[in-house]
């Protein structure tokens, strides 16, 4: 592995070259690439904690997800099937609700939930309840995600989610939701299950749900 702490460097320095050189340099070496991955999560971890705090913005914030985005794409290709399988964890649906176009937030959460061990399937944008309903079958995901940056797009949310009841998936399904236009009242009156419109909270909030389920052996 990379010199320790040259990683986690890179990412709280925001070095993006820094970072994608250290983990190309010690994959192509042999290092362990789920350790190298898990590494760079613990980095994005802690940015967003930073950002929590304060200490770090939202230019740094969605700064460090494109530096993961670059260094998970150099350790994906090292990974065997047998760590990819450990790799995986809870299925998150994740997409811009119908009649909404906007997905700078959206993208911004799918990289940070893919850092810390989500499995997300992203259906982008302008998404029709019955495509969440069908992916979430398909993928028999734990998690749905709406997000939505214009008022009109609460609608197509609660459409979503009545349908998710006629289909009997809701009471195993966490939905969350966000975006510009998202809040407690609209969680409330769309039927979600949470709002947020912090990334990092977004992350804790599907860690709880996973680490309340039955049958939980694993934190994201």
């Given at each position: 592995?990379?010199?320790?702490?040259?990683?986690?460097?890179?990412?709280?320095?925001?070095?993006?070259?820094?970072?994608?050189?250290?983990?190309?340099?010690?994959?192509?070496?042999?290092?362990?690439?789920?350790?190298?991955?898990?590494?760079?999560?613990?980095?994005?971890?802690?940015?967003?904690?930073?950002?929590?705090?304060?200490?770090?913005?939202?230019?740094?914030?969605?700064?460090?997800?494109?530096?993961?985005?670059?260094?998970?794409?150099?350790?994906?290709?090292?990974?065997?099937?047998?760590?990819?399988?450990?790799?995986?964890?809870?299925?998150?649906?994740?997409?811009?609700?119908?009649?909404?176009?906007?997905?700078?937030?959206?993208?911004?959460?799918?990289?940070?939930?893919?850092?810390?061990?989500?499995?997300?399937?992203?259906?982008?944008?302008?998404?029709?309840?019955?495509?969440?309903?069908?992916?979430l079958k398909e993928a028999a995901a734990a998690i749905l995600a709406i997000s939505a940056l214009i008022t009109p797009a609460l609608v197509s949310?609660?459409?979503?989610?009545?349908?998710?009841?006629?289909?009997?998936?809701?009471?195993?399904?966490?939905?969350?939701?966000?975006?510009?236009?998202?809040?407690?009242?609209?969680?409330?009156?769309?039927?979600?299950?949470?709002?947020?419109?912090?990334?990092?909270?977004?992350?804790?909030?599907?860690?709880?749900?996973?680490?309340?389920?039955?049958?939980?052996?694993?934190?994201?």
């Amino acid at each position: 592995m990379a010199p320790e702490g040259k990683v986690r460097e890179a990412f709280l320095g925001m070095k993006r070259q820094d970072a994608i050189e250290l983990v190309e340099s010690e994959v192509r070496s042999g290092a362990d690439p789920l350790s190298l991955l898990n590494e760079c999560r613990e980095a994005m971890e802690e940015v967003g904690k930073r950002f929590e705090t304060g200490e770090f913005f939202l230019s740094e914030l969605i700064y460090s997800a494109e530096v993961f985005k670059a260094v998970n794409a150099i350790v994906q290709p090292f990974l065997t099937s047998d760590q990819v399988a450990e790799d995986s964890q809870v299925g998150v649906v994740f997409g811009t609700a119908r009649g909404d176009i906007h997905d700078l937030g959206k993208n911004l959460v799918v990289t940070m939930m893919r850092a810390q061990g989500f499995t997300v399937y992203d259906l982008g944008v302008d998404v029709a309840p019955e495509r969440f309903i069908r992916e979430l079958k398909e993928a028999a995901a734990a998690i749905l995600a709406i997000s939505a940056l214009i008022t009109p797009a609460l609608v197509s949310m609660g459409e979503t989610i009545s349908l998710l009841a006629e289909e009997g998936l809701r009471k195993d399904t966490f939905v969350l939701i966000g975006g510009g236009v998202t809040t407690e009242f609209a969680r409330r009156k769309v039927g979600a299950d949470a709002q947020t419109l912090d990334p990092a909270e977004a992350i804790r909030l599907c860690r709880q749900y996973v680490q309340g389920r039955p049958g939980h052996n694993r934190c994201c």
